[in-house]
Nanobody
Framework: QVQLVESGGGLVQPGGSLRLSCAAS????????MGWYRQAPGKQRELVAT???????NYADSVKGRFTISRDNAKNTVYLQMISLKPEDTAVYYC???????????????WGQGTQVTVSS
């Protein structure tokens, strides 16, 4: 079993910044891609950013230039630095990891429990 524990959410004013962290622990041989998704009230969960084990990144158009995803492979941790936050960034943010459990597999997708980000004055 693998656990993803997120931290760093909270209430911030428009234009402010937050940094989310997500640490993976448990039965892990290797983590392939890690990422962040978000879900606002009444909306579907959407991709925010992903990063491969080699450091290749992908961002939603709505966050390009404002959010930066990074990871520490030694710590099995992924980060999301968010600046210039807008009210429309308000959502529950979920960490995601594609985990290879043993040398011979399987590969399983895991989700964190979510952390609330609220952007409001």
């Amino acid at each position: 079993q693998v656990q993803l524990v997120e931290s760093g959410g909270g209430l911030v004013q428009p234009g402010g910044s937050l940094r989310l962290s997500c640490a993976a622990s448990g039965s892990i041989f290797r983590i392939n891609a890690m990422g962040w998704y978000r879900q606002a009230p009444g909306k579907q969960r959407e991709l925010v950013a992903t990063i491969t084990s080699g450091g290749n990144t992908n961002y939603a158009d709505s966050v390009k230039g404002r959010f930066t995803i990074s990871r520490d492979n030694a710590k099995n941790t992924v980060y999301l630095q968010m600046i210039s936050l807008k009210p429309e960034d308000t959502a529950v943010y979920y960490c995601n990891a594609i985990v290879v459990v043993t040398r011979t597999g399987p590969t399983i997708q895991y989700w964190g429990q979510g952390t609330q980000v609220t952007v409001s004055s």
